[in-house]
């Protein structure tokens, strides 16, 4: 079981900038992706960022440039620095974890969500 525990979201003006973290804890495997979604009112989870354990990073279209992911593996947490914020962007933020066994099957986790409200 892995636990995730977010943090950092808030009310922030247009133009502005939050930077959300997520801590992972439990059993962690050494190879896994961290990502963000976020949820708005009346429409679909979507992705945002992700990053491997590797490094490898990927941005929904609609934030690159203007968010940055990152992780330390030492702590097991992941970042979201969010700059330039759009009232688009605010949403329901949720830190997501997943890995494969051995087996090659999947494992996924969320967590609880944090709230991002951008004001025009």
């Known amino acids: 079981q892995v636990q995730l525990m977010e943090s950092g979201g808030g009310l922030v003006q247009a133009g502005g900038s939050l930077r959300l973290s997520c801590a992972a804890s439990g059993t962690i495997f050494s190879i896994n992706v961290m990502a963000w979604y976020r949820q708005a009112p009346g429409k679909q989870r979507e992705l945002v960022a992700s990053i491997t354990s590797g490094g490898t990073i990927n941005y929904a279209a609609s934030v690159k440039g203007r968010f940055t992911i990152s992780r330390d593996n030492a702590k097991n947490t992941v970042y979201l620095q969010m700059n330039v914020l759009k009232p688009e962007d605010t949403a329901v933020y949720y830190c997501?974890?997943?890995?494969?066994?051995?087996?090659?099957?999947?494992?996924?986790?969320w967590g609880q969500g944090t709230q991002v409200t951008v004001s025009s």
């Open positions: 997501n974890h997943f890995y494969s066994d051995p087996g090659a099957r999947g494992y996924t986790y």
